[in-house]
């Protein structure tokens, strides 16, 4: 099965941890054999550009961190040329590099900066890209991100996710706080915090609104509320507990769980709480549910059939299919975005874990080591999945890649991490 | 048998670190705080009041739970309506023989107090995920309102929630640590 190949903390990373909003730090174990081994050198750049945002660096853990990639270290470099007319391609054969990118930062005035990067490949010696991106000094660390984006796509074909951003919730003490963080764990902030637990965000298709559970009545209620302004509304307090929201992929509806007086039944509802209509009709407990990206599924958690496992009901309602088999607890499902693969939480063997499964196939299987794993999530590429992991007892955040070749832990300085959500690629 | 629930919360708390979001840069908004509202937060300026006193002076809070405290049933440690937990064996819901005197207890004082109503909190241990246990939490509440049903009180005097695993206690180890999460908490309006 998978096994950990080894465990390794880059020095690069080290120093990154230590910034000064650093809150994530990551650690990474195994990888792909099939890495693109790259040189990002450090950029040219005038005085006036803020020294702690080394984008070379931030694009070099960007790459390294999906696995796909290994960022070759540059600082006993004799030459590092910031454009391609300086570069001397045996230099970089020889450091057996396969690309690399030169670039400088240049300010345009009124805080303004011109970021522009070539993505060379060193075998054939030739430009594969040369963009220019505008940022004001807040922007290098996104502006680095977009790169990282673009070397991705050029070299393996595929969008990348790192100018994406993910949700968790953070408890310090009595405190719980829903926290917005870049998907590298940088700019951790906080969308929501209340002395009752908050569970189960959900990211709006665009990234611009939030959905979560609080108990700040003192029972369980789904929360909207937009990013950027703050702005906040109850869509489900009904009698009795309202939970689980799940954004249709358009964004014209979620899928709630409510109960009123019985077991956990699935609806759906607009986001001001009009258009109320209950989807699943059942005895049993029917919660967790999620979209299929076409739109025209829901699949849910259901111990129907005695023990918990994820049916599917058309997104109108209907009569509901089961989709696992295997294993005899299988709850929490959430889609790949291509729609092609299903993730969730199988208790094997009383140790709960990520687990895959091909939806063509059926094909599952097992990609996280932990005991108790929970709420995983797909990035916006589906090539790594997110997830709740304790490390020592402590609630942190795991990734592994979709293959379960690469994985890595994100930790928090302090508090319990719990409940991930990995949103959508920002523009 | 009745620890106060959140002690071991409370014991959580002190080992807390500086919160993430002190260093981090604010998003174009302030985030929404949320204020603790809950009665047992509205009765601590009462203690606080007469402890922050410094003229030698000392001040009788009358404060309306204070004052209804010796006659109210539900708060006599002698009375059985103060008892409000049900514990529940491991991935069931049955309400247990020995918690039927407390669960009728309750019904009678319902039905004696059209205006009274109940809110029947599900719990679950930390086993599982968070949404399918607050499921299986919401199954144990609605076990109890069914079993108060049966003797005779109305839904509308019911209100039946669960928390699943959220006040559950964490890293348990063993069975003993385990059980005690598996209950129903009987809390009414008010409280």
């Not at chain 1, 931030?58 to 999906?66: C, F, K, T, Y």
């Amino acid at each position: 099965m998978m096994k950990l190949l080894r465990t390794f903390i880059f020095g690069l990373f080290l120093g990154l941890a230590t910034h000064v909003n650093a809150a994530l730090e990551i650690e990474i174990s195994g990888g792909g054999a099939q890495q693109i081994p790259i040189a990002i050198l450090p950029f040219g750049k005038s005085p006036e550009v803020p020294a702690k945002d080394n984008l070379h660096e931030i694009i070099a853990a960007d790459l390294q961190r999906s696995g796909l990639f290994r960022a070759l270290e540059t600082r006993g470099m004799a030459n590092l040329p910031t454009s391609v007319t300086q570069v001397k391609y045996p230099e970089w054969a020889a450091l057996q590099a396969q690309a690399m990118t030169v670039g400088e930062i240049r300010p345009l005035g009124a805080g303004k900066f011109n970021v522009h990067v070539q993505l060379l490949d060193v075998l054939k010696q030739g430009i594969l890209a040369d963009v220019d991106y505008q940022a004001t000094t807040g922007q290098f660390r996104h502006t680095a991100h977009k790169i990282s984006d673009m070397i991705y796509k050029k070299l393996t074909g595929e969008n990348g996710f790192f100018s994406s951003r993910i949700a968790y919730v953070n408890k310090s003490g009595k405190r719980y706080a829903l926290m917005v963080a870049d998907a590298d764990g940088y700019n951790p902030q906080p969308l929501v915090s209340s002395n009752e637990p908050i569970i189960s965000p959900a990211w709006s298709p665009n990234g611009e609104k939030m959905a979560y559970v609080s108990f700040e009545k003192k029972k369980p209620i789904v929360f909207v509320q937009s990013l950027n302004t703050g702005e906040r509304k109850i869509v489900a307090n009904f009698k009795g507990n309202n939970s689980a929201p799940a954004w249709a992929p358009d964004g014209s509806k979620l899928a709630i769980v409510l109960t009123y007086g019985a077991n956990s039944q699935i609806y759906t509802i607009n986001e001001d709480g009009s258009g109320l209509k209950q989807i699943t009709k059942s005895n049993a407990i029917d919660t967790e549910p999620v979209f299929s990206p076409d739109g025209n599924w829901i699949y849910f958690t259901s111990d129907r059939g005695g023990r918990p496992q994820i049916y599917k009901v058309a997104a109108s309602g209907g009569e509901p299919a089961r989709v696992t088999f295997e294993g005899a607890y299988n709850v929490s499902p959430r889609f790949s975005p291509d729609g092609k693969s299903l993730a969730y939480i199988r208790n094997d063997g009383g140790k709960f874990r990520v687990a895959t499964q091909d939806l063509p196939s059926g094909q599952v299987q097992l990609l996280s080591e932990g005991s108790q794993d929970e709420s995983p999530s797909f990035a916006p590429n589906g090539r790594v999945i997110l997830y709740a992991t304790k490390l020592r007892g402590r609630g942190t955040l795991a990734a592994v890649s979709a293959d379960g070749k690469v994985r890595q832990r994100l930790s928090e300085s302090s508090g319990d991490v719990r409940e991930p959500a990995w949103g959508p690629t920002l523009k | 048998m009745l620890k106060p629930l959140n002690s071991k919360l409370i014991l959580v708390a002190v080992a807390s670190a500086l919160l993430v979001a002190c260093k981090s840069t604010p998003m174009a908004d302030k985030p929404a705080a949320v204020e603790d509202k809950s009665p047992s937060a509205a009765t601590k300026p009462a203690d606080g009041a007469s402890t922050a006193d410094t003229s030698g002076v000392k001040e009788v809070v009358v404060d309306s739970n204070a004052n209804n405290a010796g006659n109210n049933p539900l708060k006599d440690p002698n009375n059985i309506l103060s008892k409000r937990n049900i514990y529940f064996d491991f991935d069931s819901d049955i309400v247990k023989a020995e918690f039927r005197p407390l669960v009728e207890a309750h019904a009678k004082y319902l039905l004696a107090n059209g205006n009274a109503k109940v809110i029947l909190q599900g719990n679950t241990d930390e086993r599982g995920t968070r949404e399918y246990n607050l499921s299986l939490g919401q199954r144990r509440s609605v076990a109890v309102k069914k079993s108060l049903n049966l003797l005779g009180v109305q839904d509308k005097q019911i209100e039946t929630v669960s928390y699943g695993e959220e006040r559950a206690t964490q890293n348990c180890a063993d069975e003993n640590c385990f059980q005690p999460n598996r209950r129903v908490d009987i809390v009414y309006e008010g409280e």
